[in-house]
């Protein structure tokens, strides 16, 4: 690894490119799209949610009355509790079940590892829309598997769309399509363990798991920290699942279960474009900040 | 705060990209055969207990597009039943609404080409051009793109959506297309990758020789940035062929639906008033949606062991 950083260091930090405007010619187009995609609705939102527009009156400047209405919204702290509470428990599942397939097939005792690695990643080839349909028929009581299972025992399996089960229900969908991305993350960081680490740890008279606590966990933790943060920041904007899953079990899965559908259902059944921008705005900034506090606290961890 | 949050981001990032250089054949042969330890047979009851249900969804789905809409409801999902009718249901997927399911794919096509390959180009030239060039504003250029890689992207999908339909660029293709095109994670990606693949002196004897630079970049630049290329390429790729909430948010007219947004609607259909029931289609639909990836999952396995690797930021 720190044969391919020093020649690099010397070309990017010493060696300056070419000077003058040609540089534009590259970059220009990539910038152009960049300020119509990104930051001129990231400017929209934030100028929208300082207006109300309201029947009476029309279009009024209001300071930041959006943000006190979002801030004391029952509706989205709930459905940000909502979240939270999926993100809880579906983030350590899935990441130590990655973990666990990765430290296995990096392990060299397991037969066929290669064929294992193929085949955990394999759902992530699946779109997050039709592995929500899947998941959502074999939950139905009507013709999935739960149904099946519980005629077949005789008695009644809990709804896994009832209010009980409907996070874990969702968390599953989840884990079942990004285990095998996150630990494909950890396999490569094992890789780029030097071998002489292993030959030592060998002639120390090291078992398996003293390498994997010593060794491979110490060298993993830049990937846990980033797999973290991604996974935090994609239970904050949680929207695909529930909303598909949705018309299965309306009455659980409410149109503002998650902050993004809260913002969606505020855009498109209210018209409520302000505070549909408002909202946008605060989950899009809590989800920033649960993302620094996770570099934060994984960088402090690596000194 | 910010600003050690983004050298984080950034090394973390740069070591991701380092793997993608380095996955592949450089552990091969790590322990000699004499010394390779013992088959553990626990660690692979385990991992088929995963295998299974990694495999248990897509059985059942495999399973199920082999039935009609009444056997669906009415025999065990994990075993076939009578009659058989996969090609019925092929049939059924390719002709239901006059074809519209044919329309969605090509339309999905259309989303991956136009908007994956549009993106894998913008972020191949800028990140070139960040590596390589010193010009006006590339600080500014750089500290914006460092900053937009922590947005998350679904955060922008319904700003862009109330933006977009004031230029009343709604419900038409560009609406689904523009957003795909901007990859600040993979700009930066390739930004990281051209400054180590390809050499400044390479450039400077290209320049000696009195070359323009954008023909530099297409006859010799471009060669060396091939794997960061295909990296970026397939990270867009899979982004593109899963794309749901911005179509869903963007588009009124199924004409111009993608695969997920349509197949969504089919499966509503049951839930709607006077909608017709056709679960069975939803199911075929889904199999021959992801057929495709999972092929070229199975055969591109080298490139996105490496590439899927270095997009570990991304997700």
Sequence with gaps: MTTTLTPSRRTGRGRRGVRGQVGWVFVGPFVAIFLLVLIAPL???????????????????????????????????????????????????MLLLALFCALAIDSARL?????????????????????????????????????????????????????????????????????????????????????DLYEAAELDGAGPFRVIRSIKLPALRPAITITVMFSVIGSFQLFNEPNILRPL???????????????????????????????AIVVGVLTMIAAYAVQFIGARRER | MAVAFDDTLARDAESATRTLTTVGSRRRGRRPASRRPQRSWWLTASMFLVLAYMLLPLVWLVVSSTKTQESLFTSFGLWFAQPFSLWDNLVGVFTYDGGIYGQWLLNTLMYVVVGA??????????????????????????????????????????????????????NTPWAVILPSLISPFGMFLMWVYARDAVPTELLEAARMDGAGELRTFFSISSRMLGPGVVSVLLLEVVGSWNNYFLPLIMLNDPRWYPLTVGLNQWNNQATTQGGEIIYNLVITGSLVMIVPLVIAFLLLQRFWQAGLAAGAVKA
């Excluded at chain 1, 400017?43 to 801030?71: E, H, K, M, T």
């Excluded at chain 1, 309306?250 to 909202?279: E, K």
């Design chain 2, 117 to 170: 390959g549009g993106a894998t180009l913008l972020a191949t030239l800028a990140g070139y051009g960040l590596a390589k060039f010193d010009f006006t504003g590339k600080r500014l250029v750089m500290a914006l793109v460092i900053g937009a890689i922590a947005i998350p992207a679904t955060a922008l999908t319904v700003p862009t959506f109330l933006l977009f339909s004031n230029l009343g660029l709604t």
């Design chain 1, 111 to 195: 037969a066929w590892a290669p064929f294992f690695r193929l085949m955990v990643f394999l759902p992530y080839a699946v779109p997050g829309v039709v592995a929500a349909l899947m998941w959502g028929y074999i939950y139905g009581p009507r013709f999935g598997l739960v149904g099946d299972v519980s005629s077949f025992l005789g008695i009644p399996l809990p709804d896994p769309l009832g209010p009980d089960f409907v996070l874990l229900a969702i968390g599953n969908i989840s884990t079942w399509l990004f285990t095998g991305y996150n630990m494909l993350v950890y396999i490569s960081a094992l890789k780029t363990i030097p071998t």
């Design chain 1, 249 to 279: 079990s309306p009455n659980v899965i409410t149109s503002d279960f998650t902050p993004n559908m809260y913002a969606y259902t505020l855009s498109f059944a209210g018209g409520q474009y302000n505070s549909a921008a408002t909202v």
């Design chain 1, 43 to 93: 400017v929209y939102a934030i100028w929208l949610s300082f207006f109300q527009d309201r029947l009476i009156g029309g279009v009024s400047f209001v300071g930041i009355a959006n943000f006190v209405d979002a801030f004391t919204d029952g509706q989205l702290w709930s459905a940000i509790g909502r979240v939270m509470r999926i993100m809880a428990v579906q983030v350590p599942v």
